[in-house]
């Protein structure tokens, strides 16, 4: 049991374990909350997607289909080993499982692998608040094969959450392990799979398996993938407050203002502008018009044009405060 890793957390922990991640959009605060509990956290689910194509496979984990939101899992595992970070938080990826393979993980007290679960989707206990969930790009038909490079990757990922949480490798299981109705991953062992986590949990997080070089890391940020932000999405950035810090016009105590209070002020401020101007101009007219009266020598229209110019000429600056 366990207080879930924060976004920062659990991107040290696989970067500490070598693991080559690719941040997608704004994954750290993509997920499913209001749709029931995070944590405590006990371990970590490994499935695979049925897909073919890393890109598309992202973006179908991240967003979701029709009848389950995303995101269906915290991170990606592709062909390449790079792992696509999609959301943190509570996500769509475990559904209901055994609770006594929950008791199991819990005490990391089985054998081998769990009890065979007898519950599964529709009568088991939440798994999306119990669990970390990693999805990894692979057909699941047995044939699909499983590059090493990408075997490795899942490997460090759970090894990473393991070494965070101080757990053993009992605490990372495969979704068939977890629910009655599930078969993913199909292709390999989660038996072997642990035994491998279990290794890693012997060295320190920057060991390699028989001396063998680390996975090449981009020295510089790897490129974010280019999903479509969904109308929640837009929400949220535009409604979050405490990140932008308000004008010193504000009412003293309101340190931060959303982007739309922002905006709002600003539309604001410039129909102001735009009304004083207006009024200075009909001034000028005014007095134009009066100092014509006392000197016939007075070019009403030109004189007007020449301070309207001005005023014209004049910069207004609306500043925000960062």
């Not at 040290?12 to 374990?17: D, N, Q, T, V």
């Not at 692998?113 to 007898?118: F, M, Q």
Request: aromatic share 6%; glycine share 10%; charged share 20%.
């Amino acid at each position: 049991m366990a207080t879930p890793l924060s976004a920062a957390a659990v991107l040290a922990a696989l970067r500490a374990e070598g693991v080559r991640v690719v941040e997608v959009g704004n994954w750290r605060t993509h997920n499913r909350a209001g749709h029931g509990a995070w944590g405590p956290v006990h371990g970590s689910i490994v499935h695979h997607t049925v897909t073919k194509g890393t890109a598309s496979t992202v973006a179908m984990v991240r967003d979701g289909y029709a009848g389950l939101p995303g995101p269906l899992c915290h991170g990606m595992i592709a062909k390449d080993g790079q792992v696509h970070l999609v959301g943190w938080g509570r996500t769509n990826h475990a559904g209901g499982g055994d609770p006594k393979v929950l008791d199991q993980v819990i005490a990391e007290s089985y054998g081998t692998r769990p009890t065979p679960p007898t519950k599964g989707n529709s009568n088991g206990v939440d798994g999306n608040a119990r669990f970390y969930g990693w999805e990894c790009e692979n057909l699941g038909d047995g044939k699909d094969p499983w590059p090493a490079a990408q075997y490795d990757a899942i490997v460090r990922v759970q090894a990473a959450l393991c070494r965070a949480h101080g757990w053993s490798a009992k605490s990372a299981i495969g979704h068939l392990e977890w629910s009655s109705d599930k078969v993913d991953p199909r292709g390999f062992g989660m038996a072997d799979l642990r035994a491998a986590v279990a290794e890693r949990l012997k060295h320190p997080a920057s060991w390699n398996p028989g001396g063998a070089p680390a996975p090449t890391t981009p020295t510089t940020p790897t490129r974010e993938v280019a999903v479509a932000l969904t109308a929640d999405d837009v929400k949220k950035i535009w409604t979050t407050d405490g990140i932008l810090k308000s004008p010193s016009t504000a009412a003293k105590g309101n340190d931060f203002w959303t982007a739309d209070s922002y905006v709002r002020d600003i539309h604001v401020r410039v129909r102001q502008a735009q009304a004083e101007i207006a009024a200075v101009n009909a001034t000028v007219r005014t007095l134009a018009e009066a100092l014509a009266a006392r000197d016939a020598t007075v070019d009403v229209d030109a004189l007007i044009t020449r301070i309207e110019t001005a005023i014209k000429g004049v910069t207004v600056r609306l500043e925000t405060e960062h």
